[in-house]
T-cell receptor
Framework: EPEVTQTPSHQVTQMGQEVILRCVPI?????FYWYRQILGQKVEFLVS????????KSEIFDDQFSVERPDGSNFTLKIRSTKLEDSAMYFC???????????????FGPGTRLLVL | AQSVTQLDSHVSVSEGTPVLLRCNYS??????LFWYVQHPNKGLQLLLK??????LVKGINGFEAEFKKSETSFHLTKPSAHMSDAAEYFC????????????FGKGTKLSVKP
């Protein structure tokens, strides 16, 4: 069964460093998403991406964040200058479409646990 | 704005007994609702979803949920718990309209005792 994959599974970085989190969505999917889950808190939406541009973003997704689909398979989240509060589990998801009212199922990857020291 | 409230942060049941995980939602229109499960060190797996068809939705691993508009609830149930059901369960609502992003509840951790 096709699945979303993410690399790395764990990343430790120093505050102020840039990190790139990588995702390979399911191959026929067109919509891509990033979410994050700070330890002990809710899973929060960051950004959605369609047709090589951002569809929506939350207030969390500030200028320090960017997303890119550099080739036909990868979808990346870049954090330019990491802060301590960026420590979280980051989930990538993909769906075939967004569906009317968001009915379409989003399939999630296993996550990347980011620790900023 | 859409939101979900999971009423219990932790539920503990004995193996073979019923499971009930409670979820209430708030939505200004007919919502799409989902239950996802997260096993330790694993990603989020879809259990089931409601998208305005049948109000009783059957999912994987024997789970089901009933959409009750009058009560704004979407509780998750299973007749008989198995040890492998121990995990964290998230009730999720779609932001809706033209937006595809999902809004998660805080999660309910299910423990299953032998």
């Amino acid at each position: 069964e096709p699945e979303v994959t993410q690399t790395p599974s764990h990343q430790v970085t120093q505050m102020g460093q840039e990190v790139i989190l990588r995702c390979v969505p399911i191959s026929n999917h067109l919509y891509f998403y990033w979410y994050r889950q700070i330890l002990g808190q809710k899973v929060e939406f960051l950004v959605s991406f369609y047709n090589n541009e951002i569809s929506e973003k939350s207030e969390i997704f500030d200028d320090q964040f960017s997303v890119e689909r550099p080739d036909g398979s990868n979808f990346t989240l870049k954090i330019r200058s990491t802060k301590l509060e960026d420590s979280a589990m980051y989930f990538c998801a993909s769906s075939e479409s967004s569906g009317l009212g968001g009915q379409e199922t989003q399939y999630f990857g296993p996550g990347t646990r980011l620790l900023v020291l | 704005a859409q939101s979900v409230t999971q009423l219990d942060s932790h539920v503990s049941v004995s193996e073979g007994t019923p499971v009930l995980l409670r979820c209430n939602y708030s939505s200004s229109y007919s919502p799409s609702l989902f239950w996802y499960v997260q096993h330790p060190n694993k990603g989020l797996q879809l259990l089931l979803k409601y998208t305005s068809a049948a109000t009783l939705v059957k999912g994987i691993n024997g789970f089901e949920a009933e959409f009750k508009k009058s009560e704004t609830s979407f509780h998750l149930t299973k007749p008989s718990a198995h040890m492998s059901d121990a995990a964290e369960y998230f009730c999720v609502v779609s932001a809706g309209g033209s937006q595809g992003n999902l809004i998660f509840g805080k999660g309910t951790k299910l423990s299953v005792k032998p």
